[in-house]
C-alpha cells in the first residue's frame, strides 16, 4: 500500500476522492431531502453534450461540461417554475436532449476518444493535476456556500412555504442549488462516470440517515461515510485492479447494508 502512495496519479485519485467525497455528501442531503435524485442523475447524463461540444472544439471537456450543466440546470428550474410540466418531466426532457446532442456532436469528431470513455465510466486514476486544482476550487467555493447558508437551504429543502414566509429568496436559493448540484455532478464524474455519479450523492446520506437523529449530525455523519466509501473504493480497485467507480459504489452499499443490519440486530 505504501508503495501506491507514492504514485503521482494515485495521490491525485485519494486528493480528489477526499474532495468530492465530501462535497457530493453535503449536497446529498439536499438532493435526498428535496427528492432531486432523478434530477442529479439526469443533468449527468445531459452534461454528455458539454463532454462531446469540448472533444469537438479541442477544449477540456470538464470546462465546457461544467458550463453547459450550469445552463441546463438554470433552464430546468425556470422551466419548473414558468411551465405546468411535472419536474420529473422536465429533467427527462432535458435528460434525453442532452444525451441526443452528445451523440450527435460526437458523430462530428472522427477517431477514438478517451476522454469520452473517462466520463462515461469514470477514471479517478486518470484525473490530470490541472483538473485536480479545479476540483479544488469549485469543491471549496460550493462547500463554503453551503455551510454559510445551510439553514436557508435546510428550510428551502424541508418547506418551501415558511421558508418564503422567512425572507428567503426561494427562486434565487432554488436555482443555485439547481446549479450547484449540476456541477457537482460533473465533478464527480470523473469518478463514478456518467451512470454512477448520483450513487456518491445518494448512498452516503441514506447511510447517514439510519444513523442521525438532527441535521448536524446528518451532515456528519453523511461526510464520515463519504470518505470511507471513496478511500476504501480506491484501495480495493488498485489492489484487486477493478474498475474504480464500480467498486466505490459496491463500498457504500455494504456500509448501507452493514448499517441496517446492525439496526435491526439491535431491534431483535
Known sequence: MME?????????AIIAGVILGALLALLGIFVVLRRMAFFSDGIAHASLSGVALGILINSNPLLTALGVSA???VVMSWLERRTKIASD?????IFTAGMATGVILLAL???YQPDLIGFLFGNI???KWSELALMLVLSALIIIFLLAEYKRMALLVL????ARISGVPVVLYQTLLYVVVAMAAVLGIKILGVALVSALLIIP???AKLLAKSFRALMVYSIIIAEVTVLAGIALSIYFNMPTGA????????IFVLILGGQKALVR
Open 159 to 162: 418547506n418551501q412555504e415558511i
Open 125 to 127: 486514476l486518470s484525473i
Open 247 to 254: 467498486v466505490i459504489v459496491l463500498c457504500g452499499i455494504a
Open 89 to 93: 418531466a422536465i429533467v427527462g426532457l
Open 71 to 73: 445552463v441546463l440546470a
Open 109 to 111: 469528431k472522427s477517431g
Open 205 to 207: 446520506v441514506s447511510c
Open 4 to 12: 501506491w502512495l507514492a504514485l503521482p496519479f494515485v495521490q491525485r
